[in-house]
C-alpha cells in the first residue's frame, strides 16, 4: 500500500533525482537473511500511545502498520528468520542520573514502561505491548523476541547474538522511531558487518518543531544502509529470492 503523503511531503521525501553517491545492490540470500522488526509497540504505533502525539503524522502518512504486517507475512512465507528488539522501561531505569531529551520524554510520559522483567502483571494492553495486528506473527513461536535495547541501539540486549547463531548476516530493518532506534540499530549492524537494507514506509518518526525525524533518517539511510527499499520492493524480492 502507498504511503499517504501529501504533494508537500511526497516532494520532500522523494530521492534525488540525479544522486552523486553509487548505488548499491543487497541481492537477498534467504538463509542467511532476517526481518527485523523494532518496537512494534502500542505507546509508538497506536493513538492509544503516548508518543502518538509525536509521530502520529509519520505513522499514519507511512501507512506503517499495514506495511508492516505485509513484511510479516512475506518474511513468514519466505520462510526467513524474523526478530523483534523491544524496548521497555522499569522502575530503576527511570532514576538514571543524566538522560538526553527524548529519554527525558520517554520517562515523564512512561513510555514502554513495564512493572519488572520478570512479571507479566499489567502488560497486556499496555502502552509497551506489542500491536494485536502483530501478535500472531511476533507470538507464533518461531520469532525470536530479544531482551530490550534501553536507549537506541542493540549494544546492550541480544538481538546480535541471537541472529550469529541463525547464521544470519542479512537483516531487513524496520520499525520505531526512524531516525533513532531504527538508525542505531542499522549503525551498530552495519559496524559489525551485516549488510543492512531499510524499508523506508515501515519505519516512522517524530516530526516535532525541533525537526522532521523522518527525513533525517532518510538522509543517512541514503548515506549509509546497503538498501532503502518500500515495502513493494521489499516484498517482491522476498518472493523472487525464494
Keep these: ?8 511531503s511526497a516532494a520532500l521525501y ?5 544522486p552523486m553517491l553509487p548505488k548499491t545492490e543487497m541481492v537477498l540470500d534467504l538463509r542467511r537473511t532476517a526481518l527485523v ?10 493513538p492509544k500511545g503516548k508518543a502518538w502525539a509525536a509521530v ?3 505513522v499514519t502518512e507511512n501507512n506503517l502498520v499495514p506495511n508492516l504486517i505485509e513484511l510479516f507475512t512475506a518474511a513468514k512465507q519466505a520462510g526467513i528468520m ?31 514502561d513495564r512493572n519488572g522483567p520478570y512479571t507479566v502483571e499489567g502488560f497486556r494492553g499496555s502502552g509497551a505491548d506489542f500491536m494485536e495486528e502483530f501478535k500472531p506473527f511476533i507470538e ?16 546492550a540486549n541480544d538481538l546480535k547474538l541471537q541472529l550469529g547463531k541463525q547464521g544470519i548476516n542479512q537483516v531487513i530493518l ?19 558487518g551485516f549488510e543492512v ?46
Excluded at 500500500?1 to 508537500?8: D, V
Excluded at 523491544?86 to 527525558?104: G, I, K, N, S, T
Aim: hydrophobic content about 40%; some cysteine; overall charge negative.
Design 1 to 8: 500500500m502507498k504511503p499517504a503523503y501529501s504533494e508537500k
Design 14 to 18: 522523494a530521492d534525488a533525482a540525479k
Design 37 to 46: 522488526v523494532i518496537d512494534p509497540q502500542v505507546d509508538v504505533m497506536s
Design 56 to 58: 502520529g503524522e509519520s
Design 82 to 112: 524474523v526478530a523483534v528488539s523491544p524496548h521497555y522501561y522499569y522502575c530503576w531505569d527511570h532514576h538514571w542520573r543524566w538522560q538526553a531529551p527524548l529519554e527525558v520524554f520517554q520517562h515523564e510520559t512512561g513510555a514502554f
Design 140 to 155: 507464533d513461536g518461531k520469532t525470536i523476541i530479544c531482551s530490550p535495547h534501553k536507549v537506541y541501539g542493540p549494544q
Design 174 to 192: 524496520a520499525g520505531m522511531l526512524a531516525n533513532m532506534c531504527v538508525e542505531s540499530h542499522m549503525r551498530d549492524l552495519l559496524e559489525v
Design 197 to 242: 537494507a531499510v524499508v523506508r514506509d515501515a519505519v516512522a518518526a517524530p516530526k516535532l518543531p525541533d525537526g522532521d525525524g523522518y527525513l533525517a533518517a532518510l538522509i543517512n539511510y541514503r548515506f549509509m544502509a546497503n538498501g532503502v527499499w518500500s515495502t513493494d520492493e521489499t516484498v517482491d524480492r522476498l518472493r523472487r529470492a525464494q
